[in-house]
């Protein structure tokens, strides 16, 4: 409802490895057709662009968790697509993620490191080995909650760095640390401030008059 009265346009993106539309559909973004996830992304997005829902410089995208090797990927495969990508607690160094406290947990979905098979994929949905340096990012704001135990902070903490170190745009790319906070939180104003946080930097990147740094 925020953006909604920010006379924002919200486009949700049922992507292939959710669970929306069956189990055949969760199975076709798993694994080695994980790809098909930020591939399905892609393409909703440059459909909202073709249409003239919006234009590049004022899309914005989000992906949370799971869905970080989603927009993860999208940004570093198509990083001109998107003005602003908003990543909330989200796994962008997938190869790391079996030696975390929730790793072995997100195995049937992305695979293992002790399978050969398995290990070109999870490097294909490494979000933090495809970031080139030079390369034109849009602004980026990931968030991360110091005692998250499903997505270990230092996941984002270390793809803000890298995007950090070899962006070539001036487009700002920043790390909200939620010291409260683990993955989500029950604190309703933790939550509100979170989002209130995210929403301003997005708005204030593509333009919004109300959002501007004076």
Known sequence: MAL???????????????GEKGNEWHKGGMKATKPNT??????????????KYTSADKLIGNGVSMGGILI???VTERPDLFGVALIEVGCTNAIRMETTP???NQIPEIGSLKKEEDVKHILEMDAQSKVRKGEKYPAILLRTGINDPRVSPWEPGKFAAVLQNDNGSDKPI????????GHFSNDLNITYGD?????????WQVGNSKFQIK
């Not at 591939?39 to 909202?48: P, Q, V």
């Not at 920043?174 to 906070?181: C, E, G």
């Not at 989002?195 to 708005?203: G, K, S, V, Y």
């Open 102 to 104: 929730n790793g072995p």
């Open 195 to 203: 989002a209130a946080d995210m929403f301003a930097f997005a708005l």
């Open 38 to 51: 930020w591939k399905d992304f892609i393409a909703c997005s440059e459909y909202l662009i073709k249409e």
């Open 72 to 74: 993860g990927r999208a």
């Open 4 to 18: 909604l009265e920010q006379n924002t346009i919200i486009a949700i993106a049922h992507v292939r490895g959710g």
């Open 174 to 181: 920043l790390l909200h640390v939620n010291y409260a906070n």
